[in-house]
């Protein structure tokens, strides 16, 4: 069966360096003009099978947003490949990526961002399928389906987006994405705006969707109870570096990156007396700017030792589904306090 | 020897009202709780909730169109809610310190955090400036914060999220507050980085024998913090209660339905319990209980009669007629 979607090396770069009189500046009388990139994404490689939820986690600044951007084409990834349903998206002109869009959708964390505030709903809802038919009469039939689906009613849809609540914009938004029939939605923090009781209505309203349609998500959150309950399978971002992948239960029962622990350790929770062994993490996230040598943590890894500032640690299968990517696969024997 | 439960705050029946042109909305409608010495608060609940309002009433920073309508914010004998703006001046930085969401609520832009530590110190303490000057270093580095002494000539933009929310903490304790309004203090930062601040929160305020309002919408954060649990729904506290009994064993529906939404991964569900409906609009609460519209236990009187908050054993009590029975949900 071929994957609803294949990321492949997937690289992100961002110049930032401004102008050419903003790069100028005096070094022993001489000028040089240094180039400003942040390194968002940096080979990035996973996929998602059909019907399948794959959460993406990581902290604010990781990568996670511009992976989801540059999959749904927001950006043009600055190396690597992306596969939808088998066919190679990058490089291709918006006309050309017509088709693939009926296949991938996007929601986003603020849907009152996203959705145009000067449209009403049934237009938003109506229009990534009015681009791909054409079909007016069918557009305002389904258009009224979708909403009754997602919990809306007709009345709603003559308003606009201002006139409802944070929860119920994002059904509107979910609404809009399903109504070209997607087989993968990409959801960006989709319920992190949202008070817990309402993120608890969103979460079951998008899972009996999936049930539904068969969707495969790309679920991307901080929020590692969220996670738990959603995926199927999970992996972490640092840095933008994908440092580990993992079926759900495991990931959570027996996490083998430092990041990973560190990450399970510092969420809070209810229980706090069930919680798994701490691995505190000092300092904070270098800057995107200009990568650590080797790995990526090993600024804030309490294992790090020389290898780790010499060596980039590959992504490696370590059995079971999961990969790692850490030297102390290697040498398990350093993975003590 | 000290009473370990002399109280410090006692709030009794507070209303803050804010007269807009839309109507009158009752941010906090009859409100009562006391701290004691020594305590952590968690006041929880959805956004909306009154959590904000609460503690700038305490604070003594509400403008108009709010107004305190009436009751007592009694802080150690005194009357908050009648004391004049020029002894609340006074108070706020040197009794009662504030945290916000946003360090920068805290901190000047213009000055570098040296300087504005100084002040604090200046205007609370009779220190020389190079007594000053120590404390200073010594707070920061006791906050985590490494190089402390280069570090007092930086400016706030010079801090990534979580190190001025640091330097705020540093301010804030300088001064040995006797209660600390924390206004949801970690919810901008990443996990790793919440666990630190809490972490210095927590030991902080447990060195100096402070007491300690934590304003969060995040139960688990309160989990980990709080001594108690105060739930606020539409502007009224729906339950009370030591943290732990609350959470295990939540007597409030709106507090039980409030647990159950959030995913457990020690017991994974296919679907997850959810509270139905949204939060009212304050300015149009159905008649008799607040929760009624999306409360699975309503009956007849919930929409006759609103409830009262009631003690339903020692040390707990729950504005509810039909209050979830014990043994957890
Ligand atoms: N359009 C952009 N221009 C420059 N830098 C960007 C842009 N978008 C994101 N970045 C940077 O890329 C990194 C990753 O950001 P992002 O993908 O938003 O992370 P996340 O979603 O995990 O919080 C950050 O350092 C961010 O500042
Ligand atoms: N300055 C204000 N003017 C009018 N209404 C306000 C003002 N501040 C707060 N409110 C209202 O008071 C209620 C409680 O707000 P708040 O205390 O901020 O809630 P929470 O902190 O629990 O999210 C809300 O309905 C809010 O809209
Ligand atoms: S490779 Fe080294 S620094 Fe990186 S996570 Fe593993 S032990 Fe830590
Ligand atoms: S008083 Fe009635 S409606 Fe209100 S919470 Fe209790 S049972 Fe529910
Ligand atoms: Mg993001
Ligand atoms: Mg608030």
């Given at each position: 069966m071929t994957a609803m979607l294949e990321v492949e090396k997937l690289e992100q770069k961002f110049d930032v360096s401004g102008g050419l009189l903003d790069r100028l500046s005096f070094s022993g009388g001489r000028i040089l003009s240094p180039r400003r990139v942040v390194q968002a994404v940096n080979g990035v490689s996973f996929d998602v099978q059909q019907g399948e939820v794959l959460a993406l986690v990581g902290e604010s600044g990781c990568g996670k947003s511009t992976v989801a951007k540059t999959i749904a084409r927001i950006h043009n990834p600055t190396g690597g490949t992306i596969r939808i349903d088998g066919q190679e998206v990058q490089g291709l002109s918006d006309r050309e990526l017509l088709p693939v869009r009926s296949k991938m959708q996007m929601i986003f964390q603020d849907p009152y961002a996203s959705l145009n505030p000067r449209q009403r709903v049934r237009d938003i809802v109506a229009e990534p399928l009015l681009e791909q038919t054409g079909n007016r009469a069918e557009a305002r039939d389904k258009t009224e389906a979708l909403l009754a689906r997602v919990g809306l009613n007709a009345e709603h849809a003559g308003r606009y987006p201002h006139q409802f609540s944070g929860g119920q914009r994002q059904r509107i938004g979910i609404a809009r994405a399903l109504s070209v029939n997607p087989r993968l939605i990409i959801a960006d923090e989709p319920v992190s705006a949202l008070d817990v009781s309402i993120q608890a209505q969103i979460l079951n309203l998008m899972m009996d969707l999936r049930d539904e349609f068969g969707l495969a998500y790309l679920f991307i959150s901080h929020d590692l109870s969220v996670v738990h309950h959603i995926a199927d399978r999970v992996a972490v971002m640092y840095l933008g570096f994908m440092v580990e992948t993992a079926p759900r239960d495991t990931l959570f029962a027996m996490p083998r990156h430092p990041y990973t622990r560190a990450l399970l350790s510092a969420a809070p929770t209810l229980d706090p007396a069930k919680k798994a062994r701490q691995i505190e993490l000092t300092g904070e996230v270098p800057s995107a700017l200009s990568l650590p040598s080797g790995c990526c943590f090993r600024t804030r890894?309490?294992?790090?030792?020389?290898r780790c500032a010499a060596e980039r640690p590959a992504l490696r299968d370590t059995g079971d589904g999961q990969q790692v990517a850490c030297h102390l696969i290697d040498e398990p024997e350093r993975d003590k306090p | 020897m000290k009473d370990m439960t002399e109280t410090l705050l006692r709030v009794d029946d507070l209303r803050t009202h804010f007269h807009t042109f839309a109507g009158t909305v009752k941010a906090v409608d009859g409100v009562s709780f006391s701290l004691a010495k020594g305590e952590i608060m968690g006041l929880v609940g959805e956004s909306g909730g009154g959590k904000s309002v609460v503690g700038f009433s305490i604070l003594g920073l509400i403008d108009s169109p709010g107004r305190i309508e009436s009751g007592q914010i009694l802080f150690d004998g005194e009357d908050l809610a009648k004391a004049s703006e020029d002894r609340m001046h006074k108070i706020r930085g040197k009794e009662i310190a504030m945290i916000f969401q946003d360090p920068m609520t805290s901190l000047n832009p213009l000055h570098p955090i040296g300087r504005q530590m100084d002040e604090m110190l200046r205007l609370h303490t009779d220190l020389d400036a190079r007594g000053r000057r120590a404390r200073c270093i010594r707070m920061l580095e006791d906050v985590g914060i490494s190089q402390a002494e280069d570090r007092l000539d930086s400016y706030p933009h010079q801090f990534s999220g979580g190190m001025r929310q640091r330097v705020v903490i540093a301010i804030a304790m300088l001064a040995e507050p006797r209660l600390i309004v924390a206004d949801?203090?970690?919810?901008?930062?990443?996990v790793t980085i919440q666990a630190q601040i809490l972490k210095l929160i927590r030991r902080q305020v447990r060195e100096h024998g402070a007491s300690m309002i934590l304003v969060t919408h995040d139960l688990a954060v309160v989990a980990e913090m709080a001594d108690h649990i105060t739930v606020l729904y539409c502007g009224k506290v729906v339950e009370r209660g030591p943290t732990r009994q609350v959470i295990d064993d939540p007597r409030h529906p709106y507090t039980a339905g409030l647990i159950a939404s959030i995913p457990d991964p020690s017991d994974r569900k296919h679907r997850l319990d959810q509270i139905p409906g949204a939060v009212p609009d304050i300015r149009k609460l159905p008649r008799g209980c607040n929760f009624r519209d999306r409360c699975p236990r309503a009956q007849a009187l919930c929409a006759e009669r609103e409830p009262d908050l009631e003690t339903q054993e020692p040390g707990r009590s729950a504005a509810c007629h039909f209050p979830v029975e014990g043994g957890g949900t």
């Open positions: 890894c309490p294992f790090a030792w020389d | 949801e203090p970690t919810t901008a930062l990443d």
